[in-house]
């Protein structure tokens, strides 16, 4: 019995901790290993006809428990892409035909999916994350959660072009690119396109990887919380390199960028007209 019960939690491992019982017979585990295992406190039993292991993310528990797919910001969450904040409730989604209660704090996405769902899962195709992103979030921080999937190629951009994306979805992937791997990056290609100044964002410069470049001379860099001590002392040596190379140099704190974006933009916008982007 202790071999069938390891077996047995092996198995559901290896699908993700949460199986529908009905594969765990299909693979001729009987009902004995898996009372046994609950009886363990190996597994438990979120809804009927589903079996989770303990140590399982509670997300995964809830999702089954309710009869939802993880999806949008959760989804996102669970694909490792960039998201502005990943702070609030559960998102899930149902499909038009479900009733009923899906958890209180949770946010509830209705409708018809863009990839059809398999029955077991409990995660939504990257597709239909990105799609709900798109009517959920803020256009930029959308944008900066799709450029983020496309960059570590998770959904190439020209198999979305050719789905049935309703029009928020259609103007993310107008603005989108497979070379921003952080939000921050997004950002600053969105927030300064206006400008049409070339812009190349963290490209090397002099032995050294530089934020953004604006035009040919115009250096931004960010300071994290990192920037502290050898960091900071570095930073302070190739900024003079930079100089000393004819670039100017705007430094700038990655809160300056979230929460104070007119300043730093105000910034750019006079280094610009004084024609610091420019060639010597």
């Known amino acids: 019995m202790g071999t069938d019960v390891n077996e047995l939690m092996a198995f559901i491992s290896d699908r993700g901790g949460v199986v529908r019982a009905v594969r765990v017979t299909e693979q001729g585990f009987g009902r004995r290993a898996v009372d046994a295992a609950v009886a363990r406190g190996l597994l438990v039993r979120p809804r009927r006809g589903w079996l989770a292991a303990q140590g399982t993310p509670r997300t995964f528990h809830d999702a089954a428990r309710f009869g939802v797919v993880i999806t949008c910001r959760t989804g996102a969450q669970h694909y490792g892409l960039w998201l502005h904040d990943a702070s609030g409730p559960l998102h899930v989604a149902v499909p038009t035909t479900r009733t009923g209660h899906v958890g209180a704090h949770a946010r509830v996405h209705w409708g018809a999916p863009l990839i059809p769902r398999d029955p077991d899962a409990l995660v939504d195709p990257i597709e239909n994350v990105l799609a709900y992103i798109a009517e959920c979030e803020p256009f930029e921080q959308a944008l900066a959660t ?39 990056e997004t950002y600053l290609r969105n927030r300064l396109r206006w400008l049409k100044v070339p812009l190349r964002i963290q490209t090397w410069i002099h032995g050294h990887r530089v934020d953004a470049l604006i035009g040919a001379r115009l250096v931004l860099q960010i300071d994290g919380k990192h920037h502290v001590g050898a960091q900071r002392t570095e930073d302070i040596r190739h900024d003079a390199e930079l100089k000393l190379l004819g670039f100017h140099v705007i430094r700038v704190s990655y809160a300056q960028i979230m929460f104070d974006w007119p300043a730093v933009q105000d910034l750019i916008m006079r280094a610009v007209a004084q024609g610091l982007h420019l060639a010597a």
Do not use: C, Y
Not at 149 to 154: P, Q, V, Y
Not at 161 to 167: M, W
């Open 146 to 184: 799709w450029d983020s999937a496309f960059n570590k190629g998770l959904v190439e951009m020209a198999a979305m072009s050719r789905l049935p994306l309703r029009p928020a979805a259609r103007r993310v992937l107008a603005r989108a690119t497979p070379f921003s791997d952080a939000g921050l």
